[in-house]
């Protein structure tokens, strides 16, 4: 395992354990993260609030618990959808070639084409309620979220894995297994796919950190995770108009999103220098 690899994993599973700490940080600090207290508006840090509290009295470190359960989730499943889809389409245009290549191919440019922000602002904003993503069902945001999002991110992985899926099947030791007779499914599942796993999983790793600042982003415009679920994007949203008399509610969500995103993108580094 390389320097980079090492790092990554080591800040998403510091993030991870963090996620994992929210319960027992709970008991011992004896606060509900969604209860509010007008009371202890923008209280300092404290050995009651470690990080302080935000504009509705709740716990800043609490909250930030919370949310690595949520962004990192949104993120990690995003690109997991999102390898799918795009390994899946990638290798039936490699395999299938001609018009079925040139078609999924166009579809991955036309929508690589397209202006991503506005077009997730407008899917994000969209009542999804008809087709079973309403936010009021539970974990209805996340979902929803996911969805957009992986409807944008499977291209740049569609067109890896059909470059690897490309070469891999005109290499001679391939051409040779099918000139022996081996059945198309023998060459995808012996040769093929195992040339797909290191671009796909690097393009996966830099998925992840994609969908974490997507996802962060809508959430600041209030398009994203919704209260009560706790976010890093929300908190950023909640701490904008309090940025000078409060910094703090904006530099611990702020600090959690880059060590999420340089994370991944170290992921990323580690697993294409392997």
């Known amino acids: 395992m390389n320097a980079r690899l090492g790092a990554g994993l080591g800040l998403l599973g510091g ?3 963090l996620a994992l700490a929210a319960p027992v940080a709970e008991h011992l600090l004896g606060h509900d993260p969604y209860q509010p207290d007008l009371f202890a508006r923008y209280a300092p840090a404290s050995g009651t609030h470690p990080l302080g ?4 009295g709740r716990d800043v470190l609490l909250r930030l618990l919370r949310g690595a359960r949520v962004s990192p989730a949104v993120g990690l499943a995003t690109a997991l959808v999102a390898a799918a889809l795009g390994a899946l389409v990638g290798l039936l245009a490699a395999w299938r070639g001609g018009a079925v290549d040139a078609a999924l191919m166009r579809l991955a440019d036309g929508l690589l084409a397209l202006p991503a ?3 997730l602002v407008v899917l994000a904003g969209a009542d999804l309620s008809g087709i079973g993503l309403a936010p009021d069902l539970a974990g209805g945001d996340i979902i929803r979220i996911v969805a957009v999002l992986a409807l944008f991110g499977w291209m740049g992985v569609a067109r890896l894995a059909r470059a690897a899926a490309l070469g891999t099947l005109a290499l001679p030791y391939v051409r040779a297994a099918r000139a022996l007779g081996a059945s198309e499914a023998r060459v995808l599942v012996r040769h093929v796919l195992p040339a797909l796993a290191s671009p796909v999983a690097v393009a996966t790793a830099l998925t ?3 969908a974490i600042l997507a996802e962060s982003t809508l959430s600041f415009l209030g398009l994203g995770i919704r209260p009560p679920l706790s976010s890093w994007g929300n908190m950023l949203a909640n701490a904008q108009e309090m ?3 409060a910094p703090w509610q904006a530099v611990w969500p702020g600090a959690c ?7 991944a ?3 990323a580094d580690g697993l294409r220098g392997r």
Request: glycine share 12%.
């Open 15 to 17: 993030l991870a354990l």
């Open 243 to 245: 940025v000078l008399e």
């Open 265 to 267: 993108g170290l992921v």
């Open 208 to 210: 992840v950190a994609g």
């Open 257 to 263: 999103i880059v060590a999420a995103v340089a994370g």
């Open 117 to 119: 922000l506005p077009l």
């Open 53 to 56: 509290t935000d504009e509705l």
